[in-house]
């Protein structure tokens, strides 16, 4: 196999060729991948159920922070116990040999929806996750810094990545992952095939190893980059992306310069998925309202502005929004919440995927949720380009049960 990448070129793209580490045959693949860890963080009986299934078996959920728990007490205690296990995952012959190469990753959701995406690893060094940066890869949503340092430690100490991060191209010629499902979407190129659980469907990666097909998608990257240099957008998990950009800085204080050029902090690992890619759906994110007097809440944020949709349990009604500086619904409205909270502090917000679960979780006397309209998901780059990084949580890549499972996996140090 011919591996003489062309490292001008992808790094002029910030693309890495990685080390990808994937369980042994011999593992349970469907009790070893587990949804991303901010997924389901007001249904704590989802990770419990997960925990019953994966008990005494190797799996992802044994060396993930599932952020339902980042509240609890024994905090330090959990963050050590992942780190141990990712060692002893490492030493034990958990992981097979490593694939230097990227992974074309199929998706297919309990729908029969395909998502498709690669697998890579981005520098680190070419994003930015601050307003009003240009940097070659871009946050899509604001980041909320309070949220990186509790991150910060599960990853500082940590041998091993799992990425549950999706970053966006702009593709409308398809020009870059899909001409890999004729030429590599194979039998002989099989690297895993399993169904996953909790209703996640199935997933499927072949391997992309060849130095020909490495250098036809980084030159097909480069013809995507924009005039001022934007070619990738942070769809999912743009916190954990922070965290790992985060970390990367604070090691490199220490490196030599041929370690800050070599060291495996410098990347992270993260599937690429085409915004035009039929099978990527955007969904909106709603807000979840706790501990709050309902009627005062909706008084303080009711105007003549934009309309929103407003449920408890199956009752709906729709009010008008204060006017606030923005263009979208979910900035106005989060906007007014951020204000709301800050007056009350007792009261609490959470972000729901799903109308179904916005609706069983708001059905309370203190409780409030709020339906959102679906971002359009062709209008994203261009958007952010203009207007920089949207509101958080404006947008979510499919509903829960549809997230990134945790499979690959990647020494950083």
């Known amino acids: 196999m011919n591996n003489n990448f062309d490292t001008a070129l992808l790094e002029r793209v910030a693309l890495h060729v990685p080390d990808i580490l994937l369980p042994r045959s011999s593992i349970d693949l469907k009790k070893w991948a587990v949804v991303a ?3 389901f963080t007001s249904e704590p009986e989802y990770w419990q159920e997960v925990e019953k299934i994966t008990e005494g078996v190797p799996s992802a959920f044994h060396i ?5 728990y980042l509240e609890d007490a024994d905090k330090k205690d959990r963050i050590k116990c ?3 296990t990712m060692q002893q995952y490492l030493d034990g012959g958990v992981f097979g040999d490593p694939l230097q190469g990227f992974i074309l990753v199929q998706r297919t959701m309990k729908n ?3 998502r498709n995406g690669l697998m890579v690893a981005l520098d680190l060094e070419k994003y930015d996750f601050h307003a009003g940066c240009h940097a070659m890869i871009r946050a899509t949503e604001q980041t909320v810094m309070d949220r990186i340092p509790p991150r910060v430690q599960i990853r500082e100490f940590a041998p091993i990545e799992l990425p549950h991060v999706l970053v966006l191209i702009d593709d409308p010629e398809f020009s870059v992952i899909e001409p890999l499902l004729s030429s590599h979407a194979k039998d002989d190129r099989v690297a895993y095939d399993t169904d996953l659980m909790m209703d996640g469907g199935h997933l499927k990666g072949y391997c992309v190893d060849d130095s020909d097909t490495i250098h036809h998608i980084a030159s097909a990257l480069a013809k995507l980059m924009k005039p001022d240099g934007y070619l990738y957008a942070v769809g999912d998990g743009n916190h954990s992306l922070a965290t790992a950009k985060q970390c990367w800085d604070n090691l490199k204080k220490s490196l030599s310069k041929e370690e800050l050029a070599n060291h495996p902090a410098r990347y992270a690992l993260v599937e690429l998925n085409n915004v035009h890619d039929q099978g990527l759906v955007f969904e909106p994110i ?3 309202i706790f501990q709050a007097d309902i009627e005062d809440l909706i008084a303080y944020i009711s105007g003549d502005g934009h309309e929103v949709q407003v449920v408890q349990g199956s009752s709906n009604r729709t009010i008008r929004l204060k006017d606030r500086p923005g263009q979208l619904t979910v900035g106005i ?5 951020d204000e709301y909270i800050e007056k009350h502090p007792k009261v609490k917000i959470d972000y729901i995927h799903g109308e179904n679960s916005l609706r069983k979780l708001s059905n309370a006397e203190d409780r409030l949720g709020f339906l959102l309209p679906v971002l359009c998901k062709s209008d994203l780059f261009k958007t952010v380009a203009i207007d920089g990084a949207l509101p958080r949580k404006t947008f979510s890549m499919g509903e829960a049960e549809e997230k990134r499972y945790y499979f690959e996996s990647r020494k950083i140090r």
């Open 37 to 39: 860890c901010d997924q």
């Open 64 to 68: 993930i922070f599932p952020e339902v």
């Open 82 to 84: 992942i780190n141990q």
């Open 112 to 114: 029969g929806t395909v």
């Open 286 to 288: 709603h807000r979840l």
């Open 333 to 337: 409205l989060q906007t007014l919440l």
